[in-house]
């Protein structure tokens, strides 16, 4: 099933030129030696351990040795069976849904982005989710695997929206930890919080570590995000907390020289807790932007 087929049939941000880009980006990476066991792209394993682990229903391109024909004799319909192995990868992608996401086109990419990484974590035999951060809070999709599923976590990226504060440490507290094999873990944000979130981010993500999630932070930025544009007022409105902020001419300076420090801090946290750290320019192409990532984070080599 192609990428194009897999969700072009309901309302959402991604529209057929983008799906259509999937293909060529799966191609782009299957052009690439993958590294053994690491990212969303893995070449086959033999050995570990092999339990079964669902039914779902069959969909044409399936192996039929995975039939289940005692489940055809009970009920007449046709189910595969799905299984994993003790070393399964799975992928989970945790998108910010803050209002400052919302603006300079900064969401739309961070959705595409999503998206793009979904489909290739289902062509490379992983399972994955999507998880939007509101308020504090986490919701998570169904966990899928197989291409036929991607329209599932395209529909639920296509019901949310970027609006009010989010508070990404505690949203990421509530994680559930990996039911099986290793996990990689994907943060896309604009990162634009206090120092003191910022530092409370970077505390449950390194807890995340710990645990043994392979954690990626995709700072998705706009140049915007470094301007002021006062229009002859002498304040200017946060869109999250919708607090007044009075500004003046220095006040670009110093958005830029924040913006400079919140990335060195993130680079060293990075460093140090061999995670990666990526940003991307929210008006690049998806193509573009997903192999950046997959190489600048260590996923493809």
Known sequence: ?????????????????????????????RRQRTVEGE??????????????????????GDDPRFVDWAAYARTGRFFVKQFEREDDLSVLIVVDTSASMG????????????????YLGLVGGSR???AVAADGGLRLSAEVAGTQRLREL????????????TDMAASLSA????????????VLSDLLVPPTSGDALRRVLA????????THVVQVYSPQDRQIVVNGAAVVMDVESGERVAVDHTATRRLANDAARRERRWRKFAARHRA??????????????????????????
């Open 207 to 214: 807890a995340r570590i710990r645990r043994g999630d392979d």
């Open 175 to 186: 994680l559930p930890g990996a039911a099986r094999g290793s996990r990689v873990l994907l």
């Open 39 to 60: 990212g969303l792209v893995r070449r086959d394993r033999r050995g570990g351990a092999v339990e079964f682990a669902d039914h779902r229903p069959y969909a044409a």
């Open 276 to 301: 990666s750290f990526v940003p991307v320019d929210a008006d690049a192409p998806t193509e573009e932007a997903v192999l950046r990532w997959l190489r600048n984070g260590g996923v493809l080599a």
């Open 128 to 130: 994955v989710r999507v």
């Open 103 to 118: 603006l300079h086109g900064k969401f739309r990419a961070a959705l595409r982005m999503a998206y793009a990484l979904s």
């Open 154 to 165: 395209g529909a639920f990226l296509s019901g949310v929206s970027a609006s009010g504060a």
């Open 1 to 29: 099933m192609s990428a194009a087929d897999a969700g072009a049939d309901f309302d959402s941000p991604f529209d057929a030129a983008f799906l259509r880009s999937l293909s060529h980006l799966g191609f782009a990476v």
